[in-house]
T-cell receptor
Framework: SAVISQKPSRDICQRGTSLTIQCQVD?????MFWYRQQPGQSLTLIAT?????????ESGFVIDKFPISRPNLTFSTLTVSNMSPEDSSIYLC?????????????FGPGTRLTVT | QKEVEQNSGPLSVPEGAIASLNCTYS??????FFWYRQYSGKSPELIMF????GDKEDGRFTAQLNKASQYVSLLIRDSQPSDSATYLC????????FGKGTKLSVIP
């Protein structure tokens, strides 16, 4: 499976500021995904990022709040804008694909964000 | 709305026993099914996937799928303390939908 890295691994930010999270993959992938995992909760899909096209956002998530870039097949960024304490969460990127046909996803190590 | 349901646990089993984790899903059109293991403070790790009815075995893990009952399970044989984690069930129709996870505790 692909090796995925994320930067930063954690950050503490003040409300009203923005943070950009980077996701780097060691191989070219078509589909990249951004998830949020709030404390004690499961994973919620924020958006799907395909190279060369606009990201597709899930219900409850908007581009102004979570702008995404996907400049090439190995890299994506997610920005959390105008942060509030409710944005405190773990943000995870994932990629789809592997040697199997089940469209499995593999996750990066995550970015733990705390907003004060 | 597509839903994936799991018992939140905690599920406690003694070391060496079989741990049985269950998951139901609402979308009959779902095609593939996944089990992820998540240790505290870590990201989810894929441990099993299944897309055909029946059983699929991989080492100490067996995934079971019954599409008619919309039910998927994960059996862990000879449970070890290192298996203590939260297990997330995920179901793929057009996107991956996760359950809330079952916390497993294996008691030495």
């Amino acid at each position: 499976s692909a090796v995925i890295s994320q930067k930063p691994s954690r950050d503490i930010c003040q409300r009203g500021t923005s943070l950009t999270i980077q996701c780097q993959v060691d191989s070219q992938v078509t589909m990249m995904f951004w998830y949020r995992q709030q404390p004690g909760q499961s994973l919620t899909l924020i958006a799907t990022a395909n190279q060369g096209s606009e990201a597709t956002y899930e219900s409850g998530f908007v581009i102004d709040k979570f702008p995404i870039s996907r400049p090439n097949l190995t890299f994506s960024t997610l920005t959390v804008s105008n942060m509030s304490p409710e944005d405190s969460s773990i943000y995870l990127c994932s990629v789809e694909g592997g040697p199997n046909e089940a469209s499995e996803q593999y996750f990066g190590p995550g970015t733990r964000l705390t907003v004060t | 709305q597509k839903e994936v349901e799991q018992n939140s646990g905690p599920l406690s089993v003694p070391e060496g026993a079989i741990a049985s984790l269950n998951c139901t899903y609402s979308d009959r059109g779902s095609q593939s099914f996944f089990w992820y293991r998540q240790y505290s403070g870590k990201s989810p790790e894929l441990i099993m996937f299944i897309y055909s009815n029946g059983d699929k075995e991989d080492g100490r893990f067996t995934a079971q799928l019954n599409k008619a009952s919309q039910y998927v399970s994960l059996l862990i044989r000879d449970s070890q303390p290192s298996d203590s984690a939260t297990y997330l069930c995920a179901v793929n129709s057009y996107q991956l939908t996760f359950g809330k996870g079952t916390k497993l505790s294996v008691i030495p």
